[in-house]
């Protein structure tokens, strides 16, 4: 059962204004040997198992599927569980391989309730039906080795409602039609202020946008009139990935009633997620979700407000003179012609479950290798293939009229410049806390890096 169908099978809601419930699953019964974790408490010799437990597990996370099968057949214990808690079968789920996954579940294969960190993780906002929203945490507490989800159930007429310092409006997760709004273009920014790749790395972004006076020491929007732009891939890598979305849809409604601007394009981690790709995300949250019987995409799903918030969200903008994209635009793409409005309608058109069967071929370039989400070829990191030459680029800026591409993706130790400052790439690596953190600051044609510590450096 899905994480919104639990809820919606919840019918005994319907009886009050707002009652919680509570779904608890416990890890303690899993007892841990040296070499793997056996539940049940069985004690097995940890030499030969925990060789035959590595290589089953490496078979799948490197997708050997005729290994796999081989194992089997020669009778390995299908379900034994390393240090993590982990069975072959996790690994399937989590590096999304869905070949062995079903081969596996057809020779009895599971996984266990698992032994994880404390975690909160929420809210998360859903449409029960067209009368009941729903608003669920899933906790898990490490002393009681115990994973819950405990969710309220409120009328609209509560609405509008603050929860943990989000404003959340009536039924706001409905979205029915495109809006002309998500064209894209806009122009007469005074100041742009750009965030690379953040990857659940909170702190990291909170700190850069404070130090730089876009925020306040509670969060809220100080920019005035200004442009933000993060250029994608807030999913996946960190642990809190949850809490900077809730800041970035926060400070979109702030800026909005200060005539300023939020923009947040799609990275290609996005659809990773909507898609069931579990790959990057991190262990904590993979077993938190599992522990509770959920799919971690579930909670992004069109039906929650996160998530239908997400699927609204732009693949490329131009503000003035600047075009700003996630991975890049390739050769290819430029001799398609696609006019910005043209890329943002198609992929709207697919995330939202309206794709005209005429535009699948179309699209899935859009999100391919190729594509805006992808494609590396703006940034020259040394590599001797796969770069765009600087003819070519000169197309794709004239198409556009832009004078630079504003990309991420490529990590760079610092934001760095391409083609004559044609191309600058803002994605610092969150995951190295050895690289102060940077943001780019765009003000007419000067520009400025912007570091964690409040210092400004001139591009």
Same mark, same amino acid.
């Given at each position: 059962?899905?994480?919104?169908?639990?809820?919606?099978?919840?019918?005994?809601? /319907?009886?009050?204004?707002?009652?919680?419930?509570?779904?608890?699953?416990?890890?303690?019964?899993?007892?841990?040997?040296?070499?793997?974790?056996?539940?049940?408490?069985?004690?097995?010799?940890?030499?030969?198992?925990?060789?035959?437990?590595?290589?089953?597990?490496? =078979?799948?996370?490197?997708?050997?599927?005729?290994?796999?099968?081989?194992?089997?057949?020669?009778?390995?214990?299908?379900?034994?569980?390393?240090?993590?808690?982990?069975?072959?079968?996790?690994?399937?789920?989590?590096?999304?391989?869905?070949?062995?996954?079903?081969?596996?579940?057809? #020779?009895?294969?599971?996984?266990?309730?698992?032994?994880?960190?404390?975690?909160?993780?929420?809210?998360?906002? *859903?449409?029960?039906?067209?009368?009941?929203?729903?608003?669920?945490?899933?906790?898990?507490?490490?002393? /009681? @080795?115990?994973?819950?989800?405990?969710? @309220?159930?409120?009328?609209?007429?509560?609405?509008?409602?603050?929860?943990?310092?989000?404003?959340?409006?009536?039924?706001?997760?409905?979205?029915?039609?495109?809006?002309?709004?998500?064209?894209?273009?806009?122009?007469?920014?005074?100041?742009?202020?750009?965030?690379?790749?953040?990857?659940?790395?909170?702190?990291?972004?909170?700190?850069?946008?404070?130090?730089?006076?876009?925020?306040?020491?509670?969060?809220?929007?100080?920019?005035?009139?200004?442009?933000?732009?993060?250029?994608?891939?807030?999913?996946?890598?960190? *642990?809190?990935?949850?809490?900077?979305?809730?800041?970035?849809? @926060?400070?979109?409604?702030?800026?909005?009633? %200060?005539?300023?601007?939020?923009?947040?394009?799609?990275?290609?981690?996005?659809?990773?997620?909507?898609?069931?790709?579990?790959?990057?995300?991190?262990?904590?949250?993979?077993?938190?979700?599992?522990?509770?019987?959920?799919?971690?995409?579930?909670?992004?799903?069109?039906? %929650?407000?996160?998530?239908?918030?997400?699927?609204?969200?732009?693949?490329?903008?131009?503000?003035?003179?600047?075009?700003?994209?996630?991975?890049?635009?390739?050769?290819?793409?430029?001799?398609?012609?696609?006019?910005?409005?043209?890329?943002?309608?198609?992929?709207?058109?697919?995330? #939202? @479950? /309206?794709?005209?069967?005429?535009?699948?071929?179309?699209?899935?370039?859009?999100?391919?290798?190729?594509?805006?989400?992808?494609?590396?070829?703006?940034?020259?990191?040394?590599?001797?293939?796969?770069?765009?030459?600087? =003819?070519?680029?000169?197309?794709?800026?004239?198409?556009?009229?832009?004078?630079?591409?504003?990309?991420?993706?490529?990590?760079?130790?610092?934001?760095?410049?391409?083609?004559?400052?044609?191309?600058?790439?803002?994605?610092?690596?969150?995951?190295?806390?050895?690289?102060?953190?940077?943001?780019?600051?765009?003000?007419? #044609? /000067?520009?400025?890096?912007?570091?964690?510590?409040?210092?400004?450096?001139?591009?």
């Amino acid at each position: 059962m899905t994480f919104l169908a639990t809820i919606r099978t919840k019918r005994f809601l /319907k009886g009050s204004f707002a009652i919680c419930f509570w779904i608890c699953l416990s890890a303690s019964q899993i007892s841990h040997t040296e070499g793997f974790v056996q539940p049940g408490g069985c004690q097995e010799s940890a030499g030969i198992h925990n060789q035959s437990i590595d290589t089953l597990q490496e =078979a799948v996370i490197r997708g050997n599927l005729v290994l796999v099968k081989k194992l089997i057949s020669e009778g390995i214990d299908i379900n034994l569980v390393d240090e993590k808690g982990w069975t072959a079968l996790d690994y399937a789920k989590k590096r999304n391989r869905k070949e062995i996954k079903s081969y596996l579940l057809e #020779n009895g294969a599971r996984t266990f309730p698992k032994s994880i960190r404390d975690m909160s993780e929420g809210p998360h906002v *859903s449409l029960v039906d067209s009368s009941f929203a729903g608003i669920s945490y899933l906790y898990h507490d490490s002393i /009681k @080795n115990k994973s819950s989800i405990a969710s @309220n159930s409120y009328l609209p007429s509560v609405f509008p409602l603050v929860e943990k310092g989000i404003l959340l409006e009536p039924f706001e997760t409905r979205h029915e039609s495109y809006s002309t709004g998500q064209e894209g273009i806009y122009s007469g920014s005074k100041k742009i202020f750009v965030v690379g790749d953040i990857h659940g790395e909170y702190e990291r972004v909170f700190s850069l946008l404070k130090n730089s006076r876009v925020i306040d020491k509670q969060g809220n929007w100080v920019w005035g009139r200004g442009d933000l732009v993060f250029v994608g891939d807030i999913f996946d890598r960190g *642990s809190k990935v949850t809490e900077t979305l809730w800041l970035i849809y @926060n400070l979109e409604k702030q800026a909005e009633r %200060s005539g300023g601007r939020v923009h947040l394009l799609l990275g290609n981690h996005e659809p990773m997620i909507f898609e069931g790709d579990l790959r990057y995300i991190t262990d904590d949250y993979y077993s938190l979700c599992e522990n509770l019987d959920l799919d971690y995409s579930e909670l992004f799903d069109g039906y %929650s407000l996160l998530g239908s918030w997400l699927r609204q969200q732009p693949l490329l903008i131009k503000i003035d003179d600047y075009l700003f994209v996630h991975g890049g635009i390739s050769p290819e793409l430029t001799g398609m012609k696609l006019a910005i409005g043209s890329i943002n309608r198609l992929a709207w058109e697919y995330l #939202n @479950n /309206k794709e005209k069967a005429e535009n699948t071929i179309v699209r899935q370039f859009i999100f391919g290798g190729q594509g805006v989400l992808w494609y590396r070829g703006l940034v020259d990191r040394g590599q001797a293939d796969g770069i765009i030459d600087e =003819a070519t680029l000169d197309k794709a800026l004239g198409f556009y009229n832009a004078r630079t591409i504003v990309v991420g993706h490529t990590e760079v130790d610092s934001i760095s410049t391409f083609f004559g400052k044609k191309v600058i790439d803002v994605n610092i690596p969150k995951r190295d806390k050895d690289i102060i953190e940077q943001g780019l600051l765009i003000r007419g #044609n /000067k520009l400025w890096i912007c570091y964690a510590t409040g210092e400004r450096i001139k591009g």
